[in-house]
Antibody, heavy 124, light 111 residues
Framework: EVQLVQSGAEVKKPGESLKISCKGSGYSFTSYWIGWVRQMPGKGLEWMGIIYPGDSDTRYSPSFQGQVTISADKSISTAYLQWSSLKASDTAMYYC?????????????????WGQGTLVTVSS | QSALTQPASVSGSPGQSITISCTGT?????????VSWYQQHPGKAPKLMIY???NRPSGVSNRFSGSKSGNTASLTISGLQAEDEADYYCSSYTSSSTLAVFGGGTKLTVL
């Protein structure tokens, strides 16, 4: 069974750094893209970016390029989403998600599997 | 503004059928059979209900069905139940972006 298990909720102050995680299991972690989706309070879903753990190829949505860093450690089947300096506007629920299909060609496929979400609250 | 257009809200009574539309372009919905639908209850993660336009994952009720005509995909829920009340999102492969695109979401109210 495919599972994506995310790290717990975080409360941070503006300007602080943060790294949240998503551990994949039940499948070959290096053979599937895995990415991050933002959902701001009361709003819709937005792809932030995606990484292929097999070769670390990483793609970002233009809206998030330069704002966050996506990485993966294939030795522990875990993907990460990182901020160097949080803003209040980063307050949101963040989901990791994976397409159903394997391989490099699936980069733009819709998500097939989702993590449970990590709530990030940024407030002074 | 979302890349795919969905109605903000739909409603129906228990037992009825409703349809939610998802309109894109020939670069996404119209050009490929990679449209998915998700159900999201408040405070929960999205759940995949339909993939590749009309396929249901194991465990999803056959009351949920998907279809596509031209640049518009549709999700139909038949025999509406109270538990179907949720937000619904569509998503599609797109040739004009690196990543899949989402619709803005539709709030389903069961009257």
């Amino acid at each position: 069974e495919v599972q994506l298990v995310q790290s717990g909720a975080e409360v941070k102050k503006p300007g602080e750094s943060l790294k949240i995680s998503c551990k994949g299991s039940g499948y070959s972690f290096t053979s599937y893209w895995i990415g991050w989706v933002r959902q701001m309070p009361g709003k819709g879903l937005e792809w932030m970016g995606i990484i292929y753990p097999g070769d670390s190829d990483t793609r970002y949505s233009p809206s998030f390029q330069g704002q966050v860093t996506i990485s993966a450690d294939k030795s522990i089947s875990t993907a990460y989403l990182q901020w160097s300096s949080l803003k209040a506007s980063d307050t949101a629920m963040y989901y990791c998600a994976r397409p159903r299909a394997r391989g490099l060609m699936a980069v733009a496929d819709p998500p097939g599997y989702w993590g449970q979400g990590t709530l990030v609250t940024v407030s002074s | 503004q979302s890349a795919l257009t969905q109605p903000a809200s739909v409603s129906g009574s228990p037992g009825q059928s409703i349809t939610i539309s998802c309109t894109g372009t020939s670069s996404d919905v119209g050009g490929y059979n990679y449209v998915s639908w998700y159900q999201q209850h408040p405070g929960k993660a999205p759940k995949l209900m339909i993939y590749d336009v009309s396929n249901r994952p194991s465990g999803v009720s056959n009351r949920f069905s998907g279809s596509k005509s031209g640049n518009t995909a549709s999700l139909t829920i038949s025999g509406l139940q109270a538990e179907d009340e949720a937000d619904y999102y569509c998503s599609s492969y797109t040739s004009s972006s690196t990543l899949a695109v989402f619709g803005g979401g539709t709030k389903l109210t069961v009257l």
